[in-house]
């Protein structure tokens, strides 16, 4: 599926309608250039789980949990990541093969170690059609 955005707004309601199909152990990777609206997707798509907590990039803690929707949502920023072995000391192998649902960002730095079935989201920006405007990809990687 390929979707135009032309707002915020347009973004964080494509990343609820994402959220809201979203099942246990799915798995989503997030791409895109620094300010292309990950975040903003994100939360949208957190919303679309019923979390009703704000919702930040957690850029220095990795993964942030969010509990208070219908299934636990595991919002990972593994920009800063230095080694991949810091994704062993978190444990992310509970997160990314247990009940909940992980969204990773900047997912290309840890390919290796994503599940092969996979949810591939690419946002792009084209400032010829507008400083809002977001080309999304999703992708269904099996």
């Given at each position: 599926m390929i979707a135009e955005t032309f707002s915020e707004k347009e973004t964080r309601d494509l990343g609820e309608k994402l959220g809201r199909a979203a099942v246990p152990g799915g798995l989503y990777t997030l791409t895109g250039d620094l300010g292309t609206g990950k975040t903003v997707f994100t939360q949208g798509f957190a919303r679309g789980l019923g979390?009703?907590?704000?919702v930040n990039s957690p850029t220095f803690t990795i993964v942030q949990e969010?509990?208070?929707g219908r299934l636990p949502f595991y919002h990972f920023d593994?920009?800063?990541i230095g080694d991949i072995e810091e994704m062993d000391e978190i444990g992310y192998?509970?997160?990314f093969?247990?009940?909940g649902v992980c969204l990773i960002e900047?997912?290309?730095l840890i390919e290796e170690l994503l599940p092969a079935a996979r949810t591939s989201i690419r946002i792009e920006k084209d400032l010829e059609?507008?400083?809002d405007y977001r080309?999304?990809?999703v992708e269904e990687i099996r």
């Amino acid at each position: 599926m390929i979707a135009e955005t032309f707002s915020e707004k347009e973004t964080r309601d494509l990343g609820e309608k994402l959220g809201r199909a979203a099942v246990p152990g799915g798995l989503y990777t997030l791409t895109g250039d620094l300010g292309t609206g990950k975040t903003v997707f994100t939360q949208g798509f957190a919303r679309g789980l019923g979390i009703t907590e704000h919702v930040n990039s957690p850029t220095f803690t990795i993964v942030q949990e969010y509990d208070g929707g219908r299934l636990p949502f595991y919002h990972f920023d593994v920009y800063r990541i230095g080694d991949i072995e810091e994704m062993d000391e978190i444990g992310y192998e509970d997160y990314f093969y247990g009940e909940g649902v992980c969204l990773i960002e900047w997912a290309e730095l840890i390919e290796e170690l994503l599940p092969a079935a996979r949810t591939s989201i690419r946002i792009e920006k084209d400032l010829e059609k507008g400083f809002d405007y977001r080309k999304i990809t999703v992708e269904e990687i099996r």
